[in-house]
């Protein structure tokens, strides 16, 4: 590609991407967010109005805008409601059975008294026995007369009715009781008391009904005697009373629920109001005027709100972007923009859809709206910060749009129920890495979304009832289904139309069982290696500026996939094998070299890679020189006594320079990296130094020029790389300190380091895998290369293979933590006594002086085999790699290192990495 054709595709690049960035685009797609806002709520806000009189014909049809109460129709329903409620009776449980046994008490103790005649006797009995009953009665009814059960108007109504049908005993009966004995009446008390006891326990309102029962139940009874069972039923048949009463204000009561319960009778939205050319009566009139649809006079006051109302929540939110990254420019660029508009347009549809549903009996209707689907696309596709502030604009929606209400603007219960489920969703994807999380984030809406609206029902004392409970939390729970399916079908839609690279799909990419990269690893694992190094160090460098790290790192994995096509002609795949390019022509080998970042780009073409990928394929390099070949060329020119035909441009790469902040920061760590491997025994000061000269170098050379990096990021990204240099090339550098050691002391060390290794010792409580002695060396090797990095030259470690199980029990006993977990580590050297109490029991002074033997062990390491046999096939390695991951990790832990925020996480990781690097335990 010439210079003039570069020039070309530059000059095409910049206009094709200038709408971009057009303020001019920019202040038009502010305007069209104001309409946008305006629209979704004039149908809410401003209902149409009508110029109409009294008397003349309507010019047109009135349709009812919303469902209107027809009052009259209403009453005449609620009368209607009301007249069938027949009457309604209480039961009062009078216990008569107790009264039964009284009067039998009674009778025992007068017929034993010698001292009364029998004719007094039967004289007593004829005025005792009715007024017995008059006087339970009424006691009755005066102890529960001040309860809260039953009204006083309830009382009269049995008091009166009991009186009504009060029995009267026969005179013979009253002669036949002073002559029972006393076994007579002890064998009638059982009887009577229970055949008592079963008719009262049936409702009666007629007492006659129940008394004609009694004879029939007395002679199937106990009973033997004649005199014995005449006398019961005669007693019975006076204790039996009405217990069903006729209670005048529970029918009052019921008639008065039964108006209230009547629905509300509506004109249903939809419905002809008035006819066209029908003529408008007082009454058409009245009804149009209650319900705000008469054009009395011009009133644009409520139209000017709804603009004011829709430009300030536009506002807010281009202020929020300005805001975000400074008051010169915008955050997003117009094509974001475009985007963010049409998420706003598919959130704003969606709730009028469900909005369409709804009346005032279906109010639950609207908990079916996928409120959360402009927050999960905009937290997946845009950013975090702007999803959070979106939600606040989609609640204030959702109250507009949502709310069947009249009289009321906002309706909070929706907004409330969106800013729920919208945080929750936020939650669940903000730091989604598979597809797989849009279901676990679908669960979570589902849950948040039936608990606040079952939530705003208990606090709603009105209108709601079991059945909308229930379908209030089964439209939540459906419209996060609903949302999930929207937010799954609408990705790939983004991500295809705007190029749009989210998380979700940059993890996919950077799975190792991609092609690609499978490619990559297995003809050229050097390439590969230096790959995933770069990586690492271009996303900690653009994380720092703010860039997206994660394309940094996937781009990275992909920079250099044109290094297949010829792989032994790049010099990190050179091994044990003369280098080809000695052989060759500068000029042949500088065509090689440069092809691999055309090669690359047609390769993630053929694959349908994503073009930000494939543009740090082509930019990492930039326009920048080939030095060594073209002085070689040169060197080669002047020895054979020729004038060279070439120029440095010539030995350039073909470019463009970068475009982004990621493709720079890519082509910097890409050089540092291969030059910081190149140094034989690096210091501090040459990879400090080597880092600011690459950075200066490609400055010098304007290849930053295409893209927005600043010099204050520039001296981030090298003071980021040096620090992440130093994590992952730990072992490889010198400090001052160790530069300053005397060549006799180092040799001395190098003797006694054999009689200083690490010693590990194991065991194994598991029956889940075989442990090899294969394995035991592997981790055995790790220990010595990872204490070597770290200076660490003798003390032994504890290494314990468990299961899920047990693990579990120890997290729950020493950590507090109710669930398995892949490694533990318990440190000795940090602080003896605290963890030797964890693990044992010093019962006397000879124990304690045999722990104080035990300084040397560094510690204790726990690893779940089961863990990490299912943690080695999620990340798609070896076991061996897994469990080698985890001695490392839980060995560091033992020395004290942590990852309780990122920066020492991106230490521990690229201390466990250039670790297991070493041993060729690479992901």
Not at 22 to 34: D, E, F, G, K
Not at 218 to 244: A, F
Not at 613 to 631: K, N, S, V
Not at 670 to 697: C, G, H, W
Request: with cysteine; aromatic share 8%.
């Amino acid at each position: 590609m010439t210079s003039n054709e570069m020039q070309k595709k530059s000059k095409f690049q910049s206009k094709a991407a200038g709408w971009r960035y057009s303020a001019t685009v920019r202040y038009i797609l502010y305007v069209l967010l104001i309409v946008i806002l305006y629209v979704s709520m004039a149908s809410k806000l401003l209902p149409e109005t009508y110029d109409i009189a009294v008397g003349l014909p309507s010019d047109k049809e009135i349709l009812a805008p919303m469902d209107i109460p027809d009052t009259k129709a209403t009453l005449k329903a609620q009368e209607e409601a009301a007249e069938k409620i027949g009457q309604a009776y209480t039961i009062i449980p009078m216990r008569n059975e107790i009264l039964i046994g009284q009067i039998l008490d009674r009778i025992t103790r007068l017929n034993q008294d010698d001292q009364v005649s029998t004719e007094d006797k039967t004289k007593i009995y004829r005025e005792e026995l009715p007024q017995r009953v008059k006087d339970y009665i009424q006691n009755f009814i005066k102890n529960n007369r001040n309860s809260n059960d039953y009204s006083p108007t309830l009382f009269q109504e049995a008091s009166d009715r009991i009186n009504e049908q009060q029995y009267h005993i026969s005179e013979e009966t009253f002669i036949k009781i002073p002559r029972l004995t006393l076994e007579d009446i002890n064998e009638m008390k059982p009887v009577a008391a229970e055949i008592v006891s079963r008719l009262m326990t049936d409702q009666i309102v007629d007492a006659q009904t129940a008394r004609s029962k009694v004879a029939e139940m007395v002679s199937t009874s106990s009973l033997s005697k004649r005199v014995s069972r005449e006398v019961v039923q005669e007693l019975v048949r006076l204790v039996i009373t009405p217990n069903k009463f006729y209670d005048e204000e529970a029918t009052k009561a019921a008639k008065v629920d039964a108006r209230e319960n009547t629905p509300t009778v509506f004109i249903k939205q939809g419905d002809v109001l008035v006819a066209k050319g029908q003529k408008i009566t007082e009454e058409m009139y009245s009804l149009l005027d209650k319900n705000g649809l008469l054009k009395n006079e011009v009133n644009y006051w409520p139209q000017f709100a709804l603009v004011m109302l829709s430009a300030l929540l536009a506002l807010g939110l281009i202020m929020y972007i300005r805001q975000s990254e400074g008051v010169s420019r915008f955050k997003y660029n117009n094509s974001q923009f475009v985007m963010l508009l049409m998420i706003i347009v598919i959130t704003i549809i969606s709730m009028h859809l469900a909005s369409i549903l709804q009346n005032e009996q279906r109010i639950y209707v609207g908990f079916l709206a996928p409120v959360a689907v402009g927050t999960m696309l905009i937290t997946l596709l845009l950013d975090l910060q702007l999803a959070y502030i979106c939600t606040f604009l989609f609640s204030i929606l959702a109250s507009v749009i949502l709310n069947v209400h009249k009289g009321q603007i906002f309706d909070f219960n929706f907004g409330f129920f969106t800013i729920v489920i919208s945080f929750a969703a936020i939650f669940a994807i903000h730091r989604a890495s598979q597809r797989s999380t849009l279901l676990k984030a679908g669960i979570m809406i589902c849950l948040f979304g039936s608990f606040s609206a079952f939530t705003l029902i208990l606090l709603d004392n009105n209108g709601w009832t079991e059945s909308s409970t229930l379908y209030t939390i089964g439209f939540a729970v459906a419209g996060g289904l609903l949302t999930t399916i929207l937010v799954i079908g609408l990705m790939p839609f983004f991500e295809v139309t705007f190029g749009i690279l989210s998380a979700l799909k940059l993890v996919e990419l950077s799975n190792p069982n991609h092609p690609l990269l499978r490619k990559l690893l297995i003809e050229t694992p050097g390439t590969y290696h230096h790959s995933v190094m770069v990586g690492n160090l271009s996303e900690a460098a653009a994380e720092a500026i703010g860039a997206n790290g994660l394309l940094c790192r996937v781009g990275s994995y992909y920079h250099d996939i044109g290094k297949t096509k010829r792989p032994s002609y790049f010099i990190e795949n050179q091994n044990n094998m003369e280098n080809p390019h000695d052989f060759i022509d500068p000029k042949l080998s500088k065509s090689i070299i440069i092809a691999h970042t055309t090669d690359g780009v047609e390769m993630l073409r053929e694959y349908k890679l994503p073009k930000p990928i494939r543009d740090i394929a082509e930019q990492h390099h930039g326009t920048t020189c080939l030095h060594y070949f073209y002085h070689k060329a040169l060197t080669l020119a002047e020895e054979q006594g020729v004038k060279p035909e070439f120029t440095e441009e010539d030995f350039r790469y073909h470019g463009p320079k970068a475009q982004s902040k990621e493709a720079a920061v890519v082509g910097i760590a890409d050089s540092v990296e291969a030059a910081v491997r190149s140094l034989r025994k690096p210091t501090v000061e040459q990879v400090e130094t080597m880092i600011e000269k690459i950075i200066k170098s490609r400055l010098d050379d304007h290849q930053f020029n295409e893209c927005d990096l600043t010099m204050r990021e520039l001296d981030v990204i090298a003071k980021t790389l040096k620090e992440t240099v130093m994590g992952i090339f730990h072992s490889r550098i010198e400090y001052p300190e160790q530069m300053k050691k005397t060549k006799a002391a180092e040799e001395e060390n190098d003797r006694g380091r054999k009689e200083m290794a690490l010693k590990l010792e194991w065991s194994n409580e598991q029956d889940k895998l075989e442990i090899s002695d294969d394995l035991i060396a592997l981790l055995d090797t790790l220990l010595q290369k990872a204490g070597e990095a770290e200076g660490v030259t003798e003390g032994e470690v504890a290494l314990t293979f468990v299961d899920d199980e047990n693990i579990h029990e120890l997290n729950r006993t020493y950590r507090g933590i109710d669930r398995p977990t892949d490694v533990l580590s318990f440190a000795m050297q940090e602080s003896l006594d605290d963890e030797l109490e964890i693990v044992y029991e010093v019962d006397d002074e000879e124990e304690a002086d045999q722990l104080d033997a035990m300084t040397d062990v560094l510690g204790d390491i726990i690893i779940s085999v089961e863990r990490a046999q299912l943690q080695s096939e999620d990340y798609g390695h070896s076991l061996n790699r897994e469990i080698g991951f985890l001695f490392v990790h839980g060995f560091l832990h033992l020395l004290g290192y942590d990852h309780q925020d990122e920066a020492s996480e991106a230490e521990m990781m690229g201390k466990q990495e250039a670790v297991l690097a070493q041993v060729g335990l690479l992901r």
